[in-house]
């Protein structure tokens, strides 16, 4: 399995590295069945987070067509209010990168990239049979603010689900939710959880119990998946 991991201006470091890291040691302890590296919607550039200025490189554009996981993060600034973003792409999906500011809020970090080739990329990897997209945290608004989640389960950090169910997702109150070739992650640190989840069920429970144990991490909460009967009002 390959993972391509998105890099975009203002994302957070950490959406990024947990994946990074529980993928590539379930690379290494699977013997190679894993591999992961760090793309942008622009090509190979120096992509400056929202969290004091850390920056990473991405190494190759994503590529909407390679078969395996991509994974998008969400965004680290001020909190703000999630009408403060944009919900219009330029129909061309045109956009250059730009730096951050230090006061930017989130929801605006999210909604600019809109304005970049990303919501067409993403549009294109959604539809491929053999690719699995995967939200951290802000990432599923990202997909979803760009029109590519509606009728699907979803979450995302607790401040957004309302802004997931008003894009016409269906927003469940999960750590993780698995809705087939779409796996979404809720807060910031899900994003451990996310990726152990994703090796137990692509490379298998063995492998992913490994990286577990190497981290001192123990997963929590119940991935929500669309099986068994439907739960009773409380």
């Known amino acids: 399995m390959h993972a391509q991991i998105i890099l975009f201006d203002g994302f957070d470091p950490l959406d990024v590295v947990a994946p990074y890291e529980v993928l590539t040691a379930g690379g290494t302890a699977s013997g190679g ?11 190979p550039r120096e992509v400056v987070s929202g969290t004091g200025g850390l920056a990473l490189r991405a190494t190759a554009a994503l590529a909407p067509d390679r078969p395996g996981l991509i994974v998008i993060p969400g965004a680290s600034g001020r909190v703000g209010d999630p009408a403060d973003a944009p919900t219009d792409a330029p129909a061309d999906g045109a ?4 730096s951050t500011g230090a006061d930017e809020s989130i929801p605006v970090l999210l909604g600019r990239t809109l304005n970049t080739r ?3 990329l993403l549009k294109e990897a959604m539809v491929h049979p053999e690719v699995v997209v995967a ?11 760009a029109g590519l989640l509606a009728g699907r389960r979803a979450t995302t ?7 997931l169910d008003a894009t016409g997702v269906h927003a469940v109150r999960a750590r993780v939710v ?3 070739d779409l796996v979404t992650g809720a807060g910031v640190t899900s994003g451990l959880d996310l990726a152990l989840y994703l090796l137990e069920r692509e490379v298998g429970p063995r ?3 490994a990286v ?9 909460g119940t991935v929500w998946r669309a099986e068994g009967p439907e739960p009773a009002p409380f």
Do not use: N
């Not at 939200?135 to 603010?145: D, E, K």
């Open 33 to 43: 069945a894993v591999t992961v590296e760090l793309v942008s919607a622009e090509g």
């Open 207 to 209: 492998i992913a119990h």
């Open 157 to 163: 950090h607790h401040m957004g689900l309302d802004t």
């Open 212 to 220: 577990e144990e190497l981290f001192a991490h123990e997963r929590r």
């Open 178 to 180: 698995d809705d087939g």
């Open 135 to 145: 939200g951290v945290c802000g990432g599923s608004l990202v997909l979803a603010m």
């Open 118 to 120: 990303l919501p067409a």
């Open 95 to 98: 956009g250059t990168p730009g």
